[in-house]
């Protein structure tokens, strides 16, 4: 008889330990760094090299901002990856800022109506300074063929903008805040509208036709928590990917960054291989394995690599986001190489500087 309970409980054990002992299995991220050049929407001749760039300014468009022209030139007017040159490069920007325009300057009301604890209504008013002004805001680009790129307006006479002052009890609060504070407040406005428009040109300019440079996080996954018996080996894996991804420049080639991951890729593809999905938790950590595989893989520019294990997270999940995103990453990666002509998103861009 004791035989039998002696068993009986050994047999118990054995059947309940996993589930006493199995750690449940959480996700955490890892940021880890990256940089690269963005290639452009539209590619310029491969023969250009250089650009210039200026800008016609009225007096009254940057006078009062703090902004010089060549403050606007230096930090604004670039084309990435290109040198720049005083005059005639084989690219010439020129940006044009008119007149900053006020009119509708006008004070208004607010009404309010409030009742007191024994009911009556009450009508108050508060009063505040409203003002619509424009800044017409240009730009224009040519190549050394006369060919015209680019001939827009950041911001037309008709694009207007309203700006409110804080509301007042009376009008003669509101009147004494705004004859001390009209002139600043009017330089603040058109300085945020130049900075705001020249933003937009440099945006325009870079992402059609520059080859910006790019630093990013991106996140690879790592268990969460340090109770997990292969949480040591998941650290070491991520953390070699970072010590290597941490070295990446975009004007420098891959292949040390390559090798130096060849580790963690070897590890995360066992894990992977050795697990079948059965549970939740083995799902997480196949997901894991086989999406830092192919985040990896697609940062190092071995494009058939990471979108095979991609898609092989997508055979046991089939509406992942992480997957599918990191496909048209592929996709728009591959396709913006293809258009630029460009082997690699590291290393020298042709058209002068990387």
């Given at each position: 008889m004791m035989y039998k309970k002696i068993i009986s409980r050994i047999i118990f054990f054995l059947w309940f330990s996993p589930l006493c002992f199995a750690q449940a299995v959480t996700i955490d991220n890892e940021q880890v760094p990256v940089e690269y050049y963005r290639m452009p929407d539209n590619p310029l001749d491969p023969s250009y090299a250089t650009y210039s760039a200026e800008i016609e300014a009225r007096f009254g468009g940057i006078a009062t901002t703090g902004y010089t022209e060549t403050n606007l030139i230096d930090q604004y007017l670039i084309l990435s990856g290109y040198k720049k040159v005083n005059r005639e490069g084989d690219i010439e920007i020129e940006a044009s800022v008119g007149d900053f325009n006020v009119f509708g300057e006008r004070r208004i009301s607010q009404r309010h109506k409030n009742k007191d604890k024994d009911g009556k209504e009450t009508t108050t008013y508060t009063y505040a300074i409203e003002v619509k002004y424009t800044l017409p805001i240009s730009f224009k680009m040519v190549d050394k063929k006369g060919a015209t790129l680019e001939d827009e307006y950041i911001y037309a006479w008709t694009d207007e903008r309203t700006y409110t002052t804080s509301y007042y009890k009376s009008i003669s609060d509101v009147d004494n805040h705004w004859r001390s504070n009209r002139t600043s407040k009017m330089s603040e406005l058109q300085r945020t509208m130049v900075r705001d428009g020249f933003i937009k040109m440099y945006d325009i300019i870079n992402n059609r036709y520059g080859y910006r440079l790019m630093k990013e996080?991106?996140?690879?996954?790592?268990?969460?928590?340090?109770?997990?018996?292969?949480?040591?080996?998941?650290?070491?894996?991520?953390?070699?990917?970072?010590?290597?991804?941490?070295?990446?420049?975009?004007?420098?080639?891959?292949?040390?960054?390559?090798?130096?991951?060849k580790p963690a890729l070897a590890f995360y593809n066992a894990e992977g291989i050795a697990i079948r999905p059965k549970t939740k938790d083995d799902t997480k950590l196949k997901h894991l394995n086989l999406y830092n595989q192919a985040l990896a893989y697609y940062w190092v520019e071995d494009f058939d690599q990471a979108t095979q294990f991609a898609n092989e997270i997508l055979k046991f999940s089939g509406k992942d986001k992480d997957a599918k995103k990191l496909l048209e990453d592929i996709d728009y990666a591959r396709a913006s190489l293809e258009r630029a002509n460009k082997p690699s998103r590291h290393g020298t861009m042709l058209g002068g500087k990387a």
């Open positions: 996080n991106v996140k690879f996954e790592m268990i969460g928590k340090k109770k997990h018996p292969k949480y040591a080996e998941y650290e070491k894996a991520v953390a070699t990917i970072k010590s290597a991804f941490a070295m990446m420049r975009a004007d420098k080639g891959l292949e040390e960054i390559k090798n130096k991951i």
